[in-house]
């Protein structure tokens, strides 16, 4: 499924237009991104938490010539952990 679709599934659901569908599913996606970027956790309960993970840097090998070592820096990277009642509606 694509945003498309998900906004039509709300918009059909919740009773409402598409562009309203719209700017609350923008309106989530932004609120969560805001929330994590300022390295905070936003838990939906049941469904599951979204935050920041620091990756580590470390030394790797250059694809292109594998004789030569690179510094891959570290990294931040949105995470999600799935929540108990979304890991059983999955099985």
């Known amino acids: 499924m ?8 709300l918009s059909e ?5 598409k562009s309203e569908s ?3 599913l923008n ?8 929330t994590i970027k300022n390295g905070e ?15 580590k840097g470390r030394i790797g090998v250059n694809p292109r010539n594998p004789s030569e070592k690179i510094d891959i820096p570290s990294v931040r990277t949105p995470k999600f ?11």
Do not use: C, M, P, Y
């Open 13 to 17: 659901r919740l009773g409402i237009g």
């Open 41 to 55: 956790e936003v838990t939906i309960t049941g469904f599951g938490a979204f935050s920041v993970h620091q990756r």
């Open 2 to 9: 694509n945003k498309a679709a998900l906004i039509d599934v």
């Open 81 to 91: 952990k799935a929540g108990k009642s979304l890991k059983e509606a999955v099985r």
């Open 22 to 24: 719209e700017k609350t």
């Open 27 to 34: 309106t989530l996606v932004e609120v969560i991104t805001n």
